[in-house]
């Protein structure tokens, strides 16, 4: 036998809970192609492929020369950091938040989603989760014991959950719900109205509201996205997620915050002192630069603009290669329903055979919806991480594969 329990013996079941395996898998299909020696289209994973600005570079190198930048930085403090993005806050939101206690700083979003379920409930709670979902909402909850209601989000509702379709009773059990808009992976955005709404609800049970507002600065045609916290009395029953990885090209940082209600912000920022001293000090810096230059031109330099023209080139290029997919009005990405497959017609395609179809065949990763929850199945997702010469490659490749012209190649 090859396999001599080696690398079984030292796992816990708690792990097979996290989620998805999707994304490991579409890793190994990856690895498989570049070992077949194809040119790969990488428009899976949402990481950022251009470099923060040189103004965030600069303050990130000249505080790592500085002798004093070593010791741990401890979470509780840290101040300049959570000032810049109280002030940020209030600039660009109109929110204002106490930065020592409405706010903590975090190893990026993901830590604090990963942590906070650990830091405000108990096992056997129940929390409300958007399906489809960013993987570490369902993750966080299978390592704190908090069992997930799902909340399916679905074209017809604008994906947006049916608030008032959620039985009392469930609602009432829900220590907390989970929303986030501009949404990974739908793209879909929400307004103030639907948040009012939602509050309303929080209020009633006494819920409280997490929202993951990672992709604020990332919205086109003009579009604005609001945080929840503009709502009045809002900070009773509400925190919310920021990030400086997509907003500023810095996801490798690993900077973002978690702001509003002051009894959630301590909770977890207890958990986190007893498991890491805060963010690299250099990092923080890169990050006041980062919020400081944004406030100086109003989100001018935004990322925006370079998704939005991304977004208009794709989008018509796959539309003239004969699938049809809606332009999103935020975030880096692409949510689609399955092409039409030209040839094989009687294949029963799902997300996951498509995707790794694709790759295989032309060369494009691509995410199956399935990866985000079973309400994800029948839509794949993909990231515009690519400059557009790039991106219209990938189109044309994918119009080869769609009408069948790929099949005889490769493996
Ligand atoms: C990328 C992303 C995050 C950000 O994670 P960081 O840890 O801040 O890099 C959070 N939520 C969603 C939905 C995301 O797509």
């Known amino acids: 036998m090859s396999n001599d329990g080696r690398d079984r013996h030292w796992r816990s079941s708690r792990l097979s809970q996290l989620g998805s395996s999707i994304f490991a898998e579409v890793a190994s299909w990856k690895r498989e192609a570049m070992a077949g020696g194809r040119?790969?289209?990488?428009?899976?994973?949402?990481s950022p492929d251009r470099p923060p600005l040189a103004s965030v570079r600069n303050a990130l190198s000249e505080a790592a020369l500085r002798e004093d930048s070593y010791a741990y930085p401890a979470v509780g403090s840290g101040m300049p950091f959570k000032e810049a993005a109280a002030a940020w806050m209030l600039h660009r939101f109109g929110v204002q938040a106490d930065p020592a206690s409405e706010l903590v700083t975090l190893m990026g979003s993901q830590d604090g989603l990963a942590h906070l379920a650990m830091a405000i409930c108990d096992p056997g709670d129940k929390a409300l989760l958007p399906d489809p979902g960013y993987p570490i909402y369902g993750a966080s909850l299978a390592l704190a014991g908090v069992q997930a209601e799902l909340m399916p989000l679905r074209e017809e509702n604008d994906y947006l959950p049916d608030l008032d379709g959620i039985p009392s009773p469930v609602w009432d059990a829900a220590k907390f719900i989970l929303v986030n808009y501009p949404n990974n992976p739908l793209s879909a955005i929400a307004d103030l109205s639907f948040y009012e709404r939602l509050l309303h609800k929080a209020k009633k049970h006494d819920v409280l509201v997490v929202h993951d507002l990672a992709y604020s600065e990332l919205a086109f045609d003009g579009c604005r996205p609001p945080s929840m916290l503009q709502l009045p009395g809002a900070f009773h029953h509400i925190v919310e997620f920021h990030s400086l990885s997509k907003s500023f090209n810095m996801a490798g940082c690993r900077i973002g915050f978690l702001v509003g209600n002051r009894d959630a912000v301590s909770a977890l920022?207890?958990?986190?002192?007893?498991?890491?001293?805060?963010?690299?000090?250099p990092v923080q810096e890169a990050g006041i630069a980062a919020?400081?230059?944004?406030?100086?031109?109003?989100?001018?330099?935004?990322?925006?603009?370079?998704?939005?023209?991304r977004r208009d080139s794709f989008v018509e290029a796959l539309r003239?290669?004969?699938?049809?997919?809606?332009?999103?009005?935020?975030?880096?990405?692409?949510?689609?329903?399955?092409?039409?497959?030209?040839?094989?017609?009687?294949?029963?395609?799902?997300?996951?055979?498509?995707?790794?179809?694709?790759?295989?065949?032309?060369?494009?990763?691509?995410i199956p919806g399935e990866a985000f929850g079973s309400e994800g199945e029948g839509y794949v997702r993909i990231a515009l991480v690519e400059e557009e010469a790039r991106l219209l490659e990938a189109a044309r490749r994918i119009g080869c594969f769609i009408?069948?012209?790929?099949?005889?190649?490769?493996g």
């Open 269 to 281: 920022r207890e958990l986190k002192d007893n498991i890491d001293y805060g963010v690299f000090t």
């Open 403 to 410: 009408r069948g012209e790929y099949r005889d190649i490769g």
């Open 39 to 46: 040119d790969m289209i990488d428009l899976g994973i949402g």
């Open 320 to 366: 003239a290669e004969g699938w049809t997919v809606d332009k999103p009005k935020a975030t880096m990405f692409i949510w689609a329903k399955l092409p039409k497959m030209g040839w094989d017609k009687g294949s029963d395609w799902s997300s996951r055979t498509i995707s790794q179809e694709m790759l295989h065949s032309c060369g494009v990763a691509i």
């Open 291 to 309: 919020l400081r230059e944004a406030m100086a031109d109003d989100g001018r330099a935004s990322v925006s603009a370079v998704y939005e023209r």
